[in-house]
């Protein structure tokens, strides 16, 4: 691997653990409930990851340029919650306007069974050959759309190898039962998607512990962070898990004492 590719996957992922907070709910999700106002939502949080994944719009109106975090950029979209075919992303964000913009990695999201699966794994596959030219990692986000259900090992299994095989430098998944089958079929690191939010908070950090235990990078944790009555408590009970390996009722304990 490049120097520069190797440098900025290790400024997401270091020492080979990371807590990436996603952010980029809007290009698809429009204001929902506690990111109306990005800048606001991110900024007590934003000393606690170790990386943000926005799209440009939220970058460049929301995150203060200053701030010390590597950014993966969200690069797909398209689509809408209230659209057709949720499934129907391509390429929105020039590689140009990526560098321009200093990202540590761009992100698109493939959709494996649907609809528009060629069209996204083509676009994907576009994207890393622009993005390797540069140097920049790619992270395939391996989504479901409204298909919840699908999140089981056999799918996440799938869409995780195939993105490997087109070329994703890491990879966003959910966590499931048999993860560590998941993780055994993806030669690339694997951070979680938290998903909707959880009924409780031991629930998020008892996902967050179980994914780590069985191989996965880190997360890529949203709504189940900023949508948290104390998010700030939430994002550093789980950065204990994943970068100290304390278990989920030791982080629970943790979190009650700053919430
Ligand atoms: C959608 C995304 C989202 O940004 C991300 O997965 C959402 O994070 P969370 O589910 O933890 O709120 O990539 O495909």
Redesign the pocket.
């Known amino acids: 691997m490049d120097w520069g590719m190797k440098n900025r996957l290790g400024r997401v992922i270091k020492g080979g653990r990371t807590v990436m907070l ?1 952010i ?2 809007g290009y698809f999700l429009g204001p929902i409930s506690k990111l109306e106002d990005p800048g606001k939502a991110v900024g007590p949080l934003i000393p606690f990851a170790d990386a943000l ?1 926005p799209t440009r719009g939220v970058l460049r109106n929301c995150i203060d340029p200053e701030a010390d975090i590597p950014i993966v950029l969200r690069v797909s979209g398209g689509n809408s919650i209230i659209g057709k075919d949720l499934s129907r992303e391509s390429i929105t964000t020039s590689i140009e306007e990526a560098i321009r913009l200093n990202v540590s990695a761009v992100a698109f ?1 493939i959709y494996v069974g649907a609809e528009s699966e060629h069209q996204t794994l083509m676009a994907f596959s576009e994207l890393v050959n622009q993005a390797e030219r540069y140097g920049i990692p790619t992270l395939a ?1 391996t ?1 479901v759309g409204k298909e919840l259900e699908k999140r089981d090992a056999r799918f996440l299994g799938l869409s995780c190898r195939i993105a490997a095989e087109l070329g994703a430098r890491f990879v ?1 998944t959910y966590y499931c039962d048999n993860f560590e089958k998941v993780v055994e079929g993806t030669p690339v690191p694997l951070v979680i ?3 909707p939010k959880l009924e409780t908070d031991l629930d998020v950090l008892q996902v967050v512990s179980d994914a780590i235990k069985k191989g996965a990078a880190g997360v890529d ?4 962070v900023w949508q948290n009555e104390h998010p700030v408590a939430m994002i550093k009970a789980i950065r204990a898990i994943v970068h100290e390996n304390v278990d989920a009722a030791e982080a629970h304990k943790l979190f009650l004492g700053e919430a």
């Open positions: 996603a980029d709910h994944m999201s986000v989504a966003k998607a938290g998903g944790m949203g709504r189940n």
